[in-house]
């Protein structure tokens, strides 16, 4: 069962794939937060023991797949964030003119 799950995701999974990470981050985003994945616990897997190896294996698969959807879901905070500054600075400028500007104080040393 379990090589025939990868010969599908070898296949015919990456569109997929892509589809339903970046259907997931927009979903994520649109909570306006974006939760970083507990990484995996780094003990090497055993040659003795297939069946924890196995479980390993699967722990890597899960943040690999988990942290594909957070950097995607930073991607989208990052876009909107750009967006809403670029519509604020807008607006700043249809209001206010020339006077649409950031002053700053400087000392002389």
């Known amino acids: 069962m379990a090589s025939a799950r990868r010969h599908w995701v070898r ?4 569109s997929v794939l892509a589809l339903a990470l970046a259907t997931s981050a927009g979903a994520a985003w649109s909570q306006g937060v974006c939760y970083r994945p507990a990484e995996p616990y780094p003990y090497p897997p055993p040659a003795d023991d297939p069946e924890f ?5 699967g722990e890597y698969q899960r ?3 988990e942290i594909e959807d ?16 670029r519509e604020v600075m ?17 000392e002389e040393d």
Do not use: K, S, T
């Open 70 to 85: 957070y950097l995607n879901c930073l991607n989208a905070a990052q876009a909107d964030a750009f967006e809403e500054h």
């Open 11 to 14: 296949h015919c999974g990456p």
């Open 63 to 65: 943040y690999m797949l």
């Open 53 to 57: 190896a196995e479980f390993v294996n």
């Open 90 to 106: 807008d607006r700043w400028i249809a209001y206010f003119g020339e006077d649409a500007a950031l002053w700053f104080d400087l």
